[in-house]
């Protein structure tokens, strides 16, 4: 028995040592949550708007990021226009497209038509990309999705922008989720947005303890309603001592004015 | 001697071989699928079953029992089902060999531990089949549209592998209660044939099981929306069914030997003379060796199967190794630290077993600096999560010194390294107690000694050159002449002991029983490290499909479809590794009661003459 106790506290002993490594260790990171489709707007969206969703897709559901980063992992797309059109004129170009903005979709849905030297799929001779065709499986973008993106990167490449925004697309990007939906449900409080948002991911903010962005705990009795206003819609426009410059997305397309301005209130209550 | 061996190694082949061509027979679906059938007939073929795409399903279909997490339930009930389906089919692998090496070397203490190993495995393979049926029954309550489009697909499959089922239960009874019946001659032939089916119809379950868990993973015989094509053939071996095949065999075997080796430590504890007590402690080391044996290529299927994860979708892999889950390797290179580190302590107190040993004692502190080092390197993360304060001091997310090494380069070459000196420790452990009398020693050592020394320098050479100065495909690349060079190594010193320790000079005799208490406490490390090691793994595997049931076909709706984080998931891990010991010890402790009698003097009636 004296044997049989020692074996169970030094096993026990064993887990709790593992548990508490997994738990105290190393850092917690909480997961995304599972995406949710939202409607779009088109009809009433501007280019400028338009542009932003594509920024916002290019990091969020477009998963470009995850590959097309500094690690190189994928080819990097700041220049994305001059990239095509010398990737059209290259002999191994396979593809159809005529121009810029249809290299830009067929690179989307097709990715190996072109695969750029070194980038290609282990054992193919980079004849085949690793990258999945964007508009089905996992990603699943919807035409007008994949049309913001290429908006969005002739913009940030410093092009003109070619592309049009679609308005014949009925009930864009809505699958299962959004069906019969019509977008989201209105925040009813500021405690909601911060949730949704994760803010406490970054800031001391509603109980949370992120350490990445100011302290906004007292952050009412520091700032007033504009400047609070303004660090939401254009983070960027002052940064706190001490912090770094973008770091924090911008949400002024992703709430609407009521919201904001109840995000506005809140925390200038926050004293 | 040599035409037994030889006799031994043709039937188990014939045997395999017979198995094998028994497979398509039992598995409806692969009849059909396997024959070459041309298009034109497929096409004309009015008759076809048409199927439907995979269902989309709101948090409403998930049926619900209040106060019941149902995912936290499948999760544990299926960790706990894979358990022990690798520990009852690990067992009868090495019960297989031992007792081939036994009819062999005609050393009956082979065929002993051989049938006490299959012994403990009787009743774990009831434990198995009934954690299997829970598990069934679970994802029918809570997962019934899940398990309804995974049964419409491999409805054959689950069929043979039901009747499969009852032939490895057949055959394994035969096996464990005709062990001292069928001893002797043509008779032990029989009886080490009917192992060998064991094993085959093992083998079997498990690939058939595999193959419904990687169809999860990269579905094949359906289309963009899940429609089945009728190929079940296809589903079955999908991309991701052979690298999930090698890779749980191999840690099936090792996971085996581990938890015999825990049931042989607390045997020798709890041993009340010196017989036991050397008779567990032979039984220990050999099931450490079963452990240690298969754990040195585990690293590498490991990462063959993660680099087929990279090749089946990149995003998969970057989710894997890049994402949320990165941190989980981190936890996983202190588990299997845990696990060489205690394997090589083990071994090292072994060596108390034989006064020749001391000649070798010089040397551990030397190789358990290299493990330790090893280790640390493994152990380093490369991004690190950090605030701003910290990102700012340290100017940017990497380390100028810690980065460089927390990259797959750095990693690979102390992966390596760590195998070679847990290698070099065995070779010292298998020296204890003899030397060498060939004439050649001074050169075969010599040669050993080049060996190492050219093939460490071959993986430094690999790991950083290749690692750090040239592109990312060479930096993956280089890995494969790094294990290649391992193994050689290891190969050809093997050969060379085998050869120069034939017709050695005992120094001194194996003290079997001469070790202390403590070293068996390595051999309770390694069987928990290896359990819940296995546990963090099989989250990691099952949480990068992410919010699918089918990765990127089926979608999971359910209130759960989100990730756990890594705190969370080690916290189910742990309660169902306790869970699991528990059950273990009341197999350990049945195991003993069984051959344990009571004299109820008085109790009965006398029976009249």
Not at chain 1, 135 to 149: H, K, P, Q, R
Not at chain 2, 137 to 150: A, E, G, R
Not at chain 2, 443 to 461: C, D, E, H, R, Y
Not at chain 2, 588 to 600: E, G, H, I, Y
Request: with cysteine.
């Amino acid at each position: 028995m004296k044997d049989f106790l020692k074996v169970a506290i030094f096993s026990l002993l064993t887990i709790g040592a593992f548990t508490a490594y997994s738990n105290f260790g190393i850092p917690q990171i909480v997961p995304a949550p599972p995406p949710v489709e939202e409607v779009l707007d088109l009809e009433a969206m501007t280019m400028d708007q338009f542009i932003a969703l594509g920024d916002r897709l290019y990091r969020g559901k477009g998963t470009c990021t995850l590959c097309h980063n500094e690690l190189l992992r994928a080819p990097l797309l700041d220049d994305s226009v001059a990239m095509a059109l010398k990737h059209m004129s290259d002999p191994n170009y396979k593809g159809e497209a005529t121009n810029v903005e249809e290299y830009l979709h067929e690179s989307f849905v097709n990715p190996s038509a072109y695969v750029m030297a070194g980038f290609g799929k282990a054992g193919s001779n980079d004849t085949e990309s690793p990258m999945p065709d964007v508009s089905a499986g996992g990603i699943g973008l919807s035409e007008a999705e994949i049309t913001a993106i290429i908006a969005y990167l002739q913009d940030s490449s410093g092009n003109e922008v070619t592309v049009s925004i679609p308005t014949d697309v009925p009930e864009e990007t809505g699958d299962e989720e959004s069906e019969g939906g019509g977008g989201r449900a209105p925040f009813d409080s500021a405690e909601a947005i911060i949730a949704e948002f994760t803010c406490g991911a970054c800031h001391k903010i509603a109980g949370e303890e992120g350490e990445m962005g100011p302290d906004l705990t007292q952050v009412g009795a520091l700032r007033d309603k504009d400047h609070l206003r303004r660090s939401m819609l254009d983070p960027n426009a002052e940064i706190t001592d001490g912090f770094m410059e973008g770091m924090m997305p911008a949400y002024g397309d992703q709430l609407n004015a009521n919201e904001l301005e109840m995000l506005v209130d809140y925390m200038a209550g926050l004293k | 001697m040599q035409k037994r061996n030889s006799r031994i190694i043709m039937g188990a082949l014939f045997t395999a071989v017979f198995a094998l061509f028994l497979l398509p027979s039992i598995v409806p679906g692969l009849d059909a699928s396997l024959a070459f059938a041309d298009e034109t007939t497929v096409n004309l073929d009015v008759d076809a079953v048409t199927y439907d795409p995979a269902p989309k399903l709101t948090e409403a279909d998930y049926p619900k029992i209040s106060g019941v997490n149902s995912r936290v339930v499948v999760w544990i009930v299926a960790q706990l089902h894979l358990w022990f389906g690798a520990f009852v089919l690990a067992v009868p692998i090495f019960v297989f060999i031992i007792e081939a090496i036994g009819m062999s070397t005609r050393d009956q203490r082979y065929d002993n531990m051989a049938y006490e190993f299959i012994k403990i495995s009787i009743t774990a393979f009831s434990l198995t089949a009934i954690l299997g049926g829970l598990l069934v029954f679970c994802l029918v309550l809570f997962y019934p549209d899940l398990f309804n489009y995974l049964a419409t697909i491999f409805k054959e499959s689950m069929f043979a592998y039901a009747l499969l089922f009852f032939v490895e239960s057949a055959v394994l009874y035969v096996y464990y209660y005709g062990w001292h019946w069928l001893q002797g001659g043509f008779k032990k032939w029989v009886h080490l044939t009917l192992g060998l089916l064991l094993n085959a119809s093992g083998a079997l379950l498990m690939f058939l099981a595999n193959a419904w868990t990687t169809f999860m993973m990269s579905p094949a015989g359906v289309d963009a929306a899940g429609v089945f094509s009728g190929d079940t053939w296809a589903a079955i071996h999908n991309f991701l069914w052979n690298p999930i095949n090698i890779h749980r065999m191999i840690a099936n075997v090792a996971y085996g030997g581990s938890i015999v080796g825990a049931y042989a430590a607390f045997k020798f504890l709890s041993a009340r003379n010196k017989e036991q007590r050397a008779h567990y402690d032979w039984m220990g080391y050999n099931a450490n060796f079963i452990a240690i044996a298969a754990l040195l290529p585990l690293p590498f299927a490991g990462y063959y199967l993660t680099a087929e994860m990279y090749v089946y979708s990149q995003q998969m892999g970057i989710t894997l190794m890049g994402g949320v889950f990165a941190w989980i390797f981190i936890i996983q290179a202190v588990l299997i630290g845990a696990l060489f580190l205690s394997a090589n302590y083990y071994l090292w107190c072994g060596m108390g077993r034989s006064e020749g040993a001391h000649r070798y004692n010089p040397y551990m502190k030397y190789i358990a600096v290299v493990l330790v080092v090893s280790f640390l390197v493994w152990f380093t993360p490369h991004t690190l999560v950090l605030t701003n304060a910290e990102l700012k001091s340290l100017g940017g997310p990497y380390h100028a010194i810690l980065g460089p090494l927390g990259i797959m380069p750095a990693k690979n070459t102390a992966v390596n390294l760590l195998i070679l000196f847990t290698f070099l420790s065995f070779m010292f452990y298998r020296r204890a107690n003899k030397i060498a009398t060939v004439p050649w020693v001074a050169k075969g050592n010599a040669v050993q000694v080049a060996l190492f020394t050219a093939g460490i320098i071959n993986i430094f050479i690999l790991g950083t050159y290749y690692g750090y100065y040239t592109n990312t495909v060479y930096k993956i690349a280089a890995s494969i002449p790094q294990v290649l060079t391992t193994l050689v190594i290891i190969a050809i010193s093997v050969a060379i002991d085998a050869f120069m320790y034939k017709g050695s000079k005992e120094v001194a005799p194996l003290r079997w029983g001469r070790v202390p208490p403590r070293s068996q406490y390595a051999l309770f490390l390694l069987a928990v490290s290896f359990t819940w090691l296995m546990g963090l793994m099989g989250y990691v595997r099952s949480g990068i499909r992410q919010h699918w049931h089918v990765t990127n076909i089926f979608r999971d709706n359910s209130p759960d479809a989100y990730t756990p984080g890594l705190g969370y998931a080690a916290n189910v891990i742990s309660i169902a590794t306790i869970i699991f010991m528990a059950m273990v010890i009341f197999v350990f402790w049945l195991s003993t009661v069984s051959s344990q009698k009571s004299q109820a003097t008085g109790y009965w009636k006398e029976q009249g003459t």
